[in-house]
């Protein structure tokens, strides 16, 4: 059974910095392209950043510049590094599996989401 679980997420200033974590379990990690989106209240889920197998990285627009999308393949992890946040960063952040580096909207596995509360 696929499980992604995701932590780290919390209530922080305009400004601050948050890692958030996601551990994998029952997927081969380190041939999986893995991502992160996000959902705030009131709109549709959106993408916020992919990984693949060779750390090539792509990101919304919104995040380019203050978040880093990084694995580690000995831990089953990937993370997203959060600077510089902003109120409307405020979400519920959701770990995916997508099946395409190209298309990253097409998700295997999700995981369950954490929340990120950024006040101003």
């Known amino acids: 059974q696929v499980q992604l679980v995701e932590s780290g997420g919390g209530l922080v200033q305009a400004g601050a910095s948050l890692r958030l974590s996601c551990v994998t379990s029952?997927?081969?990690?380190?041939?999986?392209?893995m991502g992160w989106f996000r959902q705030a209240p009131g709109k549709e889920r959106e993408f916020v950043a992919i990984?693949?197998?060779?750390?090539?990285?792509k990101y919304a627009d919104s995040v380019k510049g203050r978040f880093a999308i990084s694995r580690d393949s000995a831990k089953n992890t990937v993370y997203l590094h959060m600077n510089s946040l902003k109120p409307e960063d405020t979400a519920v952040y959701y770990c995916?599996?997508?099946?395409?580096?190209?298309?990253?909207?097409?998700?295997?596995?999700w995981g369950k989401g954490t929340l990120v509360t950024v006040s101003s």
């Open positions: 029952g997927l081969t990690f380190s041939t999986y392209v």
């Open positions: 990984i693949n197998w060779s750390h090539d990285t």
């Open positions: 995916a599996a997508p099946s395409n580096y190209y298309d990253p909207t097409r998700v295997d596995y």
